[in-house]
Nanobody
Framework: QVQLVESGGGLVQAGASLRLSCAAS????????VGWFHQAPGKEREFVAA????????LYTDSVKGRFTISRDNAKNTVYLQMNSLKPEDTAVYYC?????????????????WGQGTQVTVSS
């Protein structure tokens, strides 16, 4: 079992930056691939970014490429999502998720563990 706790969300103006953290307990995070998803009101939970177990490979949805960076510090059992140049359309609850195995997936159905989410609100 892996327990995940997100933090770092908040209310910011457009153009600002936030760094989300996903801290794991119960099992070492180095044994799983990790993804970030977001869910806006009335919409489905959507893929944002993911990183392999090793941290060598990353994957992003097109709308965040060049603005968001996913990284991991296995020694701290934490995965980060650095979000720069935030836009109002980035407003959502952000969830981190972990899946058993080395590789990531864009599909939320492939993830085995989820955090409770952290709210990100970007005002125009």
């Amino acid at each position: 079992q892996v327990q995940l706790v997100e933090s770092g969300g908040g209310l910011v103006q457009a153009g600002a930056s936030l760094r989300l953290s996903c801290a794991a307990s119960g099992r070492t995070l180095s044994s799983v691939a990790v993804g970030w998803f977001h869910q806006a009101p009335g919409k489905e939970r959507e893929f944002v970014a993911a990183i392999t177990r090793s941290g060598i490979r990353t994957l992003y949805t097109d709308s965040v490429k060049g603005r968001f960076t996913i990284s991991r510090d296995n020694a701290k059992n934490t995965v980060y999502l650095q979000m720069n140049s935030l836009k109002p359309e980035d407003t959502a609850v952000y969830y981190c998720a972990a899946r058993n195995g080395a590789y990531y997936s864009r599909s939320r159905n492939d993830y085995d563990y989820w955090g409770q989410g952290t709210q990100v609100t970007v005002s125009s």
